[in-house]
Antibody, heavy 114, light 112 residues
Framework: QVQLVQSGSELKTPGASVKVSCKAS????????MNWMRQAPGQGLEWMGW????????TYAQGFTGRFVFSLDTSVSTAYLQISSLKAEDTAVYYC???????WGQGTLVTVSS | DVVMTQSPLSLPVTLGQPASISCRSS???????????LNWFQQRPGQSPRRLIY???KRDSGVPDRFSGSGSGTDFTLKISRVEAEDVGVYYC?????????FGQGTKLEIK
């Protein structure tokens, strides 16, 4: 069965970096794109962008350029989201989702606080 | 960017009664391949979102048939024929017809 398992919660100080992983199983990893979404506390869903799992080419939504990087390790069927120069407003749950959203990870809470 | 507008934002419903959520897009969601890329997601409290409906009206595997999607162009609806307790949560429409993909604000369904 298809599963996306994300890494655990992170507590970071402002200015630090974080790398969230999303390990896929139950299907051919390179057959579907991987999307990333953000959900700030008590707020709605926001699409951050996606990465082509064949070419590694990322596409970022406006507002998620510069400090946000999508990457892959196809040898372990894992997608990554790295956020640098963290700010308090990056505090959110980050989700990966396969393709057009038929399967989602369980979410990773990133808390940025001094 | 395509703006997705949902209504209502809050939806109190009596158990066993129907419910309906509207979603309007600022642009047509018909893609060049002829398909209309409009999805509905359910997010139960404390859980990840789950896709219920894709391409306007196609139900995902395992989704109860009391959920149905309809609409065309820029005007879409999610209907629940008889609300059950497990349907409590927030419902989002999302378009993936064009980058950037965009979500509606969410509709919170609660039991009256």
């Amino acid at each position: 069965q298809v599963q996306l398992v994300q890494s655990g919660s992170e507590l970071k100080t402002p200015g630090a970096s974080v790398k969230v992983s999303c390990k896929a199983s139950g299907y051919t990893f390179t057959s579907q794109a991987m999307n990333w979404m953000r959900q700030a506390p008590g707020q709605g869903l926001e699409w951050m962008g996606w990465i082509n799992t064949n070419t590694g080419n990322p596409t970022y939504a406006q507002g998620f350029t510069g400090r946000f990087v999508f990457s892959l390790d196809t040898s372990v069927s894992t997608a990554y989201l790295q956020i640098s120069s963290l700010k308090a407003e990056d505090t959110a749950v980050y989700y990966c989702a396969r393709g057009r959203g038929d399967f989602w990870g369980q979410g990773t809470l990133v808390t940025v606080s001094s | 960017d395509v703006v997705m507008t949902q209504s209502p934002l809050s939806l109190p419903v009596t158990l066993g009664q129907p419910a309906s959520i509207s979603c309007r897009s600022s642009q047509s969601l018909v893609y060049s391949d002829g398909n209309t890329y409009l999805n509905w997601f359910q997010q139960r409290p404390g859980q990840s979102p789950r896709r219920l409906i894709y391409k306007v009206s196609k139900r995902d595997s395992g989704v109860p048939d009391r959920f149905s999607g309809s609409g065309s162009g820029t005007d879409f609806t999610l209907k629940i024929s008889r609300v059950e307790a497990e349907d409590v949560g927030v419902y989002y429409c999302m378009q993936d017809a064009q980058d950037p993909y965009t979500f509606g604000q969410g509709t919170k369904l609660e039991i009256k």
